[in-house]
C-alpha cells in the first residue's frame, strides 16, 4: 500500500496492487518547481540570445577591422610605389633630353630610344600617367607655369611649351608640368 509520502513502494507493485491515481491537478510544490524550471528556461533564452548578439557583433567588429587593415596595406603599397616612381621620374627626364639632344650615332640613338619605350611601358604597368601640357589650357592643379608670354599667336592662358613632363600615378599627380603660358593682354 502506499505509505504517508504519497509514493508507492515497488513490492507493492510487485504483489499487483494498483497505484494511486495522480492527483489532477498537481500539487503547489510541483506547480511552483515548474514555474522556476520556465522562469530558468526563460532567462537561460535571454542569456543565449545575449551571447548570440554579442558573437554577430564581435563579427562584425573583426570584419571591419580587417577592411580597415587591408585599406591600410594598400595605402601604404600606393605610397610606397609612390615614392619609388618619383625617384624615376629624373632617369626618365634625362632619358627624354637625351633623346632630344642632336648628335650622336643612329645605334646609340636606337638604343636609347629602346630603354625609353621599356622605361615607361614599365612605368604605365604601375599606373603612371603623364600629363597633358602642350596645346592645352593652363590648369594650376596640373601645370607649374615657369614662363608668361605675352601673344596674340594663341589664345589666353593656352600652354605654349612644356619645359618638363608632369606624371600621374593612377590619378593622383606625382608632379606637376613646367610649362610656358601664353597671355594676352
Do not use: C, W
Request: aromatic letters at 4%.
Amino acid at each position: 500500500m502506499a505509505k504517508g509520502n504519497g509514493k508507492v513502494d515497488a513490492r507493492e507493485l510487485d504483489a499487483g496492487h494498483e497505484l494511486p491515481s495522480p492527483p489532477e491537478e498537481g500539487s503547489r510544490a510541483e506547480q511552483a518547481d515548474i514555474t522556476a524550471l520556465e522562469g530558468e528556461l526563460q532567462k537561460l533564452r535571454e542569456e543565449r540570445d545575449a551571447l548570440l548578439d554579442r558573437v554577430a557583433r564581435m563579427q562584425a567588429e573583426f570584419d571591419n577591422a580587417r577592411r580597415r587593415a587591408q585599406r591600410e596595406q594598400q595605402a601604404f603599397r600606393d605610397f610606397a610605389l609612390e615614392e619609388a616612381v618619383k625617384m624615376l621620374l629624373p632617369i626618365l627626364d634625362s632619358f627624354d633630353h637625351a633623346l632630344a639632344s642632336p648628335g650622336e650615332g643612329q645605334e646609340f640613338r636606337s638604343g636609347m630610344q629602346l630603354i625609353d619605350r621599356q622605361l615607361h611601358d614599365a612605368l604605365g604597368k604601375l599606373g603612371v600617367t603623364e600629363v597633358e601640357a602642350q596645346g592645352q589650357p593652363f590648369d594650376p592643379n596640373l601645370h607649374e607655369a615657369i614662363e608668361m608670354v605675352d601673344t596674340k599667336a594663341a589664345p589666353d592662358q593656352q600652354v605654349l611649351h612644356e619645359f618638363q613632363r608632369g606624371y600621374r600615378l593612377k590619378g593622383r599627380l606625382l608632379r606637376p608640368a613646367m610649362v610656358r603660358v601664353a597671355r594676352n593682354r
